[in-house]
């Protein structure tokens, strides 16, 4: 049973408030032809479309597809309006004045008298400033002729003249709207032309306020109360909304968090982003065990702008339910891994429904990010510090798996590295299980990168296609082990083939390497970097045990008479070799 079903069964909504919440759950779930169908038939649509949070139906005319949704838009209220301008015409602080030409007209083609009568009654001096933008204005003097002008000019009364500016076109960011010239002088003469049909005397009080307003600071104003209006539901100014990723400790995590909802919460609060709530995690079953309506509703609220801060934090925009999946998918991974990690840590054990009703959404997403962080913060101080990155190497030297691991922690945002077993290279970490694979992989690479730096070889003569610290590792090993410790450099095929015929040993059906193989390689690492075998094995005893199972993995089912230079990679191999 998904949250907005337990709202419902919970009696939080009124009969009449649940039947329409019903209905907007049924077009919401519909494919966009049917949705659009079912609010143009149903009685009263526009009712219908005022009742839905700003959100949902701003991912409802996404998905319809904005020119088809033109019927949903005219009967969609003013603050509706308002929140589609609100999101779709900045870009940061700048204004995007194409994105903003081309709403204006989707509106006037919507509804046009009740979009400028909008846009002077509740917007004057930010409509003014677009106007200024795009416009001349002349008053005509009683003894001028309208030809002294020149070309261009037009008029509506023969009395304010106006002229369309023939501004420079501006390279557009890919994915942004490009409005021809053409295209927005017909918008803007729409805009005038109703204007001036609908109410003269106010068109020409438009124009004088525009021959002179200070467009700077209109659009200064205009997105300080932008910030204000979008802030409510979450999308913080980014450097604000940067916070959502402060790693957050399960110490410092405040309780006793008082939750209630939105006064009209049937019309404020969204419903796409919990219904994008997939079940099977640590934050679905957590929800599970809530029965209040009343708090259901409140974390409701406050799963969407936590959804939302993360969404102005990474500054990647969404428009569709298909776009808002990623964003749910991660807040409830990193919830559910804070869930994991407060009952792992906590003092007091609590059931999960207990931490989500005594503690804040965000913090507790704040707990599971500083999982990942705490690996990141590991990865930028070993890359600073390593001795791989010291001799100028590239990270591809840690190998395909290694280096995937590593390249998803040193990310701005760490990524587990999951090499497509879910069907992608990278995605959010979900479980502590990720974090401490990830961390005994990462603990290896720490391991073999350190005992390198005590060897302190020299790279250059073992550069070729199967470098990496694993190999280079091996192959400063394989000398000693053959009794060949003035042997320097890569390995001959035969050097390889006889290392391959006596390293084994039988356990069962599987082969692994001998336990004399691992006390003499502990020994010679001990020799060689003035370690002791205790500190060895207190370091590395965990990787280079998997280091041994990948050597057994790869050879330990092979004939070594038969060893192929072409597919010895854990071991390199001089060019003779290499060629035969």
């Given amino acids: 049973m998904n949250l907005e079903e337990k709202m419902e069964l919970n009696g939080s909504l009124s009969p009449a408030d649940a039947a329409r919440y019903q209905r907007r759950l049924k077009i919401m779930g519909m494919e966009s032809e049917q949705a659009l169908d079912a609010i143009i038939s149903d009685p009263t649509p526009a009712a219908l479309v005022q009742s839905f949070p ?139 032309q109703t204007l001036s049909t609908g109410d003269h005397p106010r068109f020409q009080s438009v124009m004088l306020e525009a021959m002179s307003v200070l467009s700077a600071e209109v659009e200064e104003e205009s997105y300080r109360l932008r910030n204000v209006r979008l802030s409510e539901k979450g999308f913080l100014p980014f450097e604000e909304a940067l916070g959502v990723y402060a790693p957050l400790a399960v110490e410092a995590l405040r309780k006793g968090v008082r939750k209630a909802p939105p006064l009209d919460a049937d019309t404020v609060v969204p419903h796409a982003h919990t219904g994008a709530v997939r079940e099977g995690t640590l934050f679905s079953d957590a929800l599970g065990h809530l029965d209040d309506g009343v708090l259901l509703s409140a974390l409701q609220m406050e799963f969407a702008v936590l959804c939302n801060r993360v969404i102005s934090a990474d500054q990647k925009w969404v428009r569709e339910r298909s776009e808002l999946t990623f964003v749910v998918k991660k807040v409830c991974g990193y919830i559910s891994l804070g869930l994991e990690a407060l009952n792992r840590e906590a003092e007091v054990e609590k059931s999960l429904g207990a931490w989500l009703t005594d503690a804040g959404l965000e913090e507790i997403f704040r707990v599971g990010y500083g999982q990942a962080a705490r690996l990141k913060f590991k990865a930028d101080r070993w890359r600073k510090e390593s001795w791989l990155m010291g001799q100028g190497l590239s990270l591809s030297l840690l190998g395909e798996a290694w280096m995937g691991v590593a390249g998803g922690l040193l990310l701005n945002r760490p990524l587990y590295f999951d090499n497509y077993i879910s069907g992608s290279l990278y995605r959010e970490f979900e479980t502590l299980a990720d974090i401490e694979a990830t961390e005994a992989i990462f603990s290896d690479i720490v391991g073999i990168d350190a005992v390198l730096s005590l060897l302190d070889p020299d790279p250059k003569p073992f550069k070729g296609p199967n470098l990496t610290l694993k190999s280079l590792l091996l192959t400063l090993w394989a000398p000693a082990w053959l009794g060949e410790s003035d042997h320097t450099g890569p390995l001959t095929l035969v050097q390889v083939t006889r290392l391959l015929s006596g390293i084994w040993t039988r356990e069962g059906e599987r082969t692994q390497i001998s336990d004399e193989v691992k006390t003499h390689f502990l020994s010679w690492l001990a020799q060689e970097t003035g370690l002791s075998r205790s500190e060895i094995s207190e370091r590395l005893a965990e990787g280079l045990e998997r280091l041994f199972a990948e050597v057994a993995d790869e050879y330990g089912h092979i004939d070594p008479c038969q060893a192929d230079a072409r597919f010895i990679h854990l071991f390199i191999l001089d060019e003779a070799s290499q060629n035969e």
Avoid at 117 to 130: Q, S
């Fill in 54 to 192: 700003h959100q949902d139906l701003y991912f409802l005319v996404n998905d319809i597809g904005v020119e088809d949704a033109l019927p949903v838009l005219a009967v969609a209220s003013s603050e509706q309006w308002e929140y589609f301008i609100d999101v779709e015409v900045w870009q940061r602080d700048l204004l995007d004045a194409d994105g903003l030409t081309r709403w204006f007209d989707l509106l006037l083609k919507a509804d046009p008298r009740r979009c400028v009568n909008w846009m002077l009654i509740e917007h004057t001096a930010f409509f003014e400033a677009y106007l200024a933008r795009y416009i001349d204005v002349r008053v005509r003097e009683k003894n001028e002729d309208p030809s002294d002008f020149g070309p261009g000019w037009f008029t509506f009364d023969d009395w304010f003249y106006i002229r369309h500016r023939d501004l420079p076109e501006e390279p557009v960011e890919e994915g942004a709207p490009y409005i021809h010239p053409d295209d927005r002088n017909d918008v803007v003469f729409s805009i005038l």
